[in-house]
């Protein structure tokens, strides 16, 4: 057992910084009920099934007798245009909503991580081409191309992942080239380059893998916007199609009832807000935690 | 400083011409038939097979990229799928009512975000920095689209004091005559000395106004803040403290004005989300507005409205980031 004893020493400085982050993190009383709200809002996306009343109103079941109800000790949220239970849509919608933000977020880590890579680590002409591609792809508001490609590839939920995916990338390869530009002049790279290991090899395992972390935490405080943009192009007709309970897309179709039927649009839009700002307040308590020019003991 | 504004305006037309390409990507390649995507839905295929021609699809991609180009610069971006007219004109005729709205978004920017992250630099860690702080994460967390929704139930439904949507009520649109110079109703209106219309026109600004204007303003108060903080910690401001200068004056004119290059920078950011926020909002207040022509032009698949308003907002976007670089060009310190 000598390898993991080694392990874990090689490894310990780090679990200590990630468990002095933590500590940091959840010193705060507004980033500890984040924390709380997030682990909340998981359980809720993965047990909806058994916590919705009325699962069925989730996708296809309709009810028209109770159509366009307030809210009630029977359905809690109300009911919707068909006579469905809101609060089953609304805890399905987490589940929608923290999928794909995850998906969406991967897909864009998946593209962006190894170009980034290889722009740092190759220099010249390869870094040249790609961070100025990046540079055109951060000149459109990130909505935006999200909207114009959603509507080009057909509307549908995979396809704004797809599409949210693709006006995102380019953030993840600016971090990681930074990271890469100066791991590449580290002495364990230099040595790796010495002995002869191929350029692909030392991108991919000695420059890559110390790249993570900054990246990562991007990831992190980007889930927040990202629900806030599946729910936007879903808002506009380009997510998410009916009879999909996603939350941008309920507010959507909202419109027409919610001036006699409040509970309608309120509920799925506090549904938005709140993922939303938990994700938001842990993303900026993690920067500042981790950035060394605010953090405070 | 000449040479790095003549090199960042090369850089924009670069990046401009990258746009122009990727949304060329996206209307001629990635769609398996672009011809049929451009006509829509309902054409016949004789409408496909002469917008193949019309678009040049049957040449090859590099010929087809040139004549795309050229269009672009004479300002042709096709002509509607359910109007049939022309898309520029379209655009012109929208555009004043959101520039409007964008306008009055980023006064309220400008003059309610950078005070309040002034105050809250200033006071750091006190009661109001913390309450301007919840305030700039809450309203970028906020969908905009659902803010516009429960304005109208607390304001229009509830309480009765705004209207519900449009730029005019539907009575003075027709008893009076609506003054046309420019095309901004406001401005219109007051140079015409048309108070009534004018009083109007504001009364109906006021809830697009407020949700298109919550974002811009938390973004601005949240980066000047961070922008402050850093400055306050600089050697000139422990300087200008000593020598007995007041903190109005330290805060107000030595501290803010260092900060101005990264302020023109998130303010020139949040014209261009402003912009985009546009489209999920105006369709709401049914402003006759760009948003509401491109919100309608998805829900019609009216494509070559879509690239119209995709490409206009881009290069919106681009010239206002040019513009913010060259007001920190200004700055002597980044001249070299």
Redesign the interface.
Known sequence: MQWLSDFTMTLQPSIREFRMSFYLLNRNRLQRISLIVIVLLVLVAVFAPFIAPYPGHAISDTNPDDKLQPPSTRYWFGTDELGRDMLSRVIYGTRISLQTALIAVGMALLIGVPLGAIAGGLGGVMDEIIMRITDVFLSFPPLLLAIAMSAFLGPNLRNAMLSIAISWWPWYTRIIRGQAVSIRERQFVRAARAIGTPKMSIIFKHILPNTFAPVIVQASMDIGGVILTIASLSFLGLGAQPPTPEWGLLISTSRTYFLNAWWYSTFPGIAIVITVLVFNLIGDGIREVLDPKTRRF | MKRFILRRLLLGI??ML??A???FF??RV??SDPAA?WVGPRATPEQIAKARIDLGLDQPLHVQFYKYMGDLLQGNLGSSLRTRRPIMLELKENLPATIELVLISTIAAVFIGIPLGVISANRKDQWIDHLSRLFS??V???????VG??L??LF??TLHIFPLGGQLSTEIKLTMEIPKITGFLMFDSLVTGNFRIFVDALWHIVLPGITIGLYPVGLVARMTRSALL?ILNEDYITAARSYGLSERIVLWSYALKNSIGSTSTVVALSI??T???T??TES?YSWPGIGSY??SA??GLD?PA??GV?IF??FS??IL?LVADIIIALDPRVRA
């Open positions: 670069v990046v990258g746009v390409f990727i949304t996206l209307t990635i769609p995507k994460v809450g970028v967390s906020l969908p905009t689209f659902w929704l429960i109208q139930l229009f439904r850093e261009g989300y912009l985009v926020n489209f999920l709401i491109i919100a998805v829900i494509y879509i690239m995709t907002s881009a976007y681009v980031n």
